[in-house]
């Protein structure tokens, strides 16, 4: 099946500074999310983004489907931005979402 | 519109005992999947219910099992808990028509054994 990994695996970051979060992918998808998990388990859907650059706010994501990667950008970043960031992938249809092992971010004041 | 919604939020069990988790889809959804979070193991993907049909399934042991409605709510079963068993279990829905639809999650079921 599909490998995800996600780069890195910690981030430690001070308020107003930006940063660029990587997920890498063995094969061809159908599907890729970014999520964001709060303090409390719930995924937060930041961006639905299989091809093509999207922007929402201060966070943008741009995927490289031919590359076979994709990058999350948070810019000026604020302290409820701390969390773990996931990337899940979908291969073909009938094939199962894969998430990645997440980067934890932590945003100090 | 109304998003996932699960049930309990927060179940604590004793080892050898069953439970039952919930979860309706966002109205209109007929995918309905599940994972479980630990962390060790991350992340990992459980079934998939697509009108009432289990259309996926992931590696796991036969004492974790599934069943979707004909209303898309779907639920959840496991039998004999073990302590490994204690986990987030996350449910997913999509409209679940082509490969590439986007998945939202609910807030998961907190599952602690003891």
């Known amino acids: 099946g599909i490998q995800v990994e996600q780069s890195p695996p910690d981030l430690i970051l001070q308020e107003g500074a930006n940063s660029t979060l990587r997920c890498n992918f063995s094969?061809?998808?159908?599907?890729l999310q970014w999520f964001h998990q709060n303090p409390w388990g719930q995924l937060i859907n930041l961006f639905y983004?299989?091809?093509g650059t999207k922007q929402n706010g201060r966070l943008s994501a741009t995927t490289v489907a031919t590359e076979r990667y994709s990058l999350l950008y948070i810019s000026s970043s604020q302290t409820t931005d701390s969390g773990v960031y996931f990337c899940a992938v979908l291969g073909g249809y009938g094939q199962n979402f894969v998430f990645g092992p997440g980067t934890r971010l932590s945003v100090l004041p | 519109k109304a998003g996932v919604t699960q049930t309990p939020r927060y179940l604590i069990k004793t080892r050898g005992q069953q439970v039952t988790l919930s979860c309706s889809p966002i109205?209109?959804?007929?995918?309905v999947s599940w994972y479980q979070q630990t962390p060790g193991q991350g992340l990992q993907f459980l079934f998939e219910?697509?009108?009432?049909?289990?259309?996926n399934k992931g590696n796991f042991p036969g004492r974790f099992s599934g069943r979707q409605f004909s209303n898309s709510r779907s639920e959840m079963n496991v039998s004999t808990l073990e302590l490994g068993d204690s986990a987030l279990y996350l449910c997913?829905?999509?409209?679940?028509?082509?490969?590439?639809?986007?998945?939202?999650f609910g807030p998961g079921t907190r599952l602690t054994v003891l």
């Open positions: 997913a829905s999509s409209s679940g028509t082509s490969g590439g639809n986007e998945q939202f």
């Open positions: 219910y697509f009108s009432e049909t289990q259309r």
């Open positions: 094969d061809s998808v159908n599907n």
């Open positions: 983004i299989p091809s």
């Open positions: 109205s209109g959804h007929r995918s």
